[in-house]
């Protein structure tokens, strides 16, 4: 199956810093989704994102399919966007479930 | 309704017991994934509804895992004779589209049901 790789695995940020979170995957892919999981548990939509680039509000995102990776930018960062943040794919033309990566923990300070 | 409604969501179950799960979709969506997440871990896929068909059972750990859609809306998750290993939220997503060749769509997940097992 395809390989998801998440980076770095845990960051610290005092408020108001900015922070690029990576997404690496080891296939083509025809879908790429990036979710907030809160401290509650609850998996919150970012982007839908299978290509190119993205915005809202302080949040972007751009992703590069051709080589097979996709990042997410956080300016200004609030205490409100600790929690961890996902990855998922899905590759075309095979299996078609969304398979996640591990995840990047983000702490951010006040 | 709104989003994706799971019940219940919190479960404590004594070794041994049968647990039942429950997801309701948002209405009209055609796909349905349950997920298990462990503590620390990224969600792990178990079980894709197409419908009312189950698609794709392969992510089930073992036979005592469970899940159907009948009417291809609401759809349960069922674990028999629990053991500790079970503990985990397990979560459920619905999509609009189908999957397959040329169709994805966007995620929209529950917020989860988090078993723990005595």
């Given at each position: 199956g395809i390989q998801v790789e998440q980076s770095p695995p845990d960051l610290i940020l005092q408020e108001g810093a900015n922070s690029t979170l990576r997404c690496n995957f080891s296939d083509s892919v025809n879908n790429l989704q990036w979710f907030h999981q809160n401290p509650w548990g609850q998996l919150i939509n970012l982007f839908y994102i299978p290509s190119g680039t993205k915005q809202n509000g302080r949040l972007s995102a751009t992703t590069v399919a051709t080589e097979r990776y996709s990042l997410l930018y956080i300016s200004?960062?609030?205490?409100?966007?600790?929690g961890v943040y996902f990855c998922a794919v899905e590759k075309p033309g095979g299996s078609y479930i969304p398979t996640f990566g591990r995840g990047t923990s983000l702490i951010v300070h006040p | 309704g709104a989003g994706v409604s799971q019940s219940p969501r919190y479960k404590v179950a004594k070794r041994g017991q049968d647990v039942a799960l429950r997801c309701d979709p948002?209405?009209?969506?055609v796909s349905l994934f349950w997920y298990q997440q462990a503590l620390g871990q990224g969600p792990e896929f178990l079980t894709y509804f197409q419908n009312e068909a189950q698609?794709?059972?392969?992510?089930?750990?073992?036979?005592r895992f469970f899940a159907e859609r009948p009417e291809g809306s609401v759809s349960t998750l069922k674990i028999q004779r629990t053991q500790q290993e079970d503990s985990a939220v397990y979560l459920c997503a619905s999509s609009l589209t189908t999957r397959g060749r040329e169709y994805t769509g966007e995620l929209f997940f529950g917020e989860g049901s988090r078993l723990t097992v005595l």
């Open positions: 200004s960062s609030q205490t409100t966007d600790s | 948002i209405s009209g969506h698609l794709d059972k392969s992510g089930l750990p073992s036979d």
